[in-house]
């Protein structure tokens, strides 16, 4: 079968809440020092799917690893003028994006519930691990899952920004 032309899909993930925000406020992502690699993957015109672990909102027994939006990447991945800086940690490469929905804050797709039908995590017992990292590209099959079930939960961007920058603080 000959690869596929479409723009591929991608599981962004944020460990945290400020960076969170400043990703759905200007609508870009960064990614940090040391993982420029991983972020060259991604192309312009590619889907991401914005995914908040556990920990993003500082209670890991009470939140769960969600995707939580679904947007386009605007622009290809590349060296920041200004890194971008969250605490102690420098993100050095970054792209824009254009957020085409999400989820009210504290909704959106469990993934861990879906974790057995995903051909990306091959050992559903160890799924975890292949998420220590800013981005997943996922195969086509996943994606088309993924969106599907993300889809009734999306709301348009203005509708729900605010909710998640509330929560920054």
Not at 78 to 104: K, N, Q, W, Y
Not at 150 to 168: E, T
Request: charged letters at 25%; a positive charge; one cysteine or more.
């Amino acid at each position: 079968m000959a690869p596929s032309n479409a723009p591929a899909t991608h599981l962004l993930i944020i460990s945290d809440r400020e960076p969170l925000a400043w990703v759905l406020e200007n609508q870009r992502m960064a990614f940090p020092a040391g993982r420029t690699r991983a972020s060259l993957s991604l192309d312009k015109g590619d889907e991401v799917l914005l995914y908040t672990t556990r920990g993003c909102f500082g209670n890991p027994t009470r939140d769960l690893g969600r995707i939580i939006g679904l947007a386009t990447l605007t622009s290809e991945v590349s060296t920041l003028d200004e890194p971008v800086t969250f605490g102690e940690r420098r993100f050095t490469e970054g792209c824009r994006l254009r957020v085409h929905g999400l989820a009210p804050f504290r909704n959106g797709v469990v993934l861990r519930d879906l974790v057995t039908d995903l051909q990306v995590f091959p050992d559903p017992r160890s799924w975890s691990v292949r998420m220590r990292r800013a981005s997943l590209k996922l195969p086509e099959a996943d994606a088309a899952l993924v969106k599907r079930e993300l889809q009734p939960l999306l709301k348009p961007y203005a509708a729900v920004v605010g909710d998640y920058a509330l929560q920054r603080r």
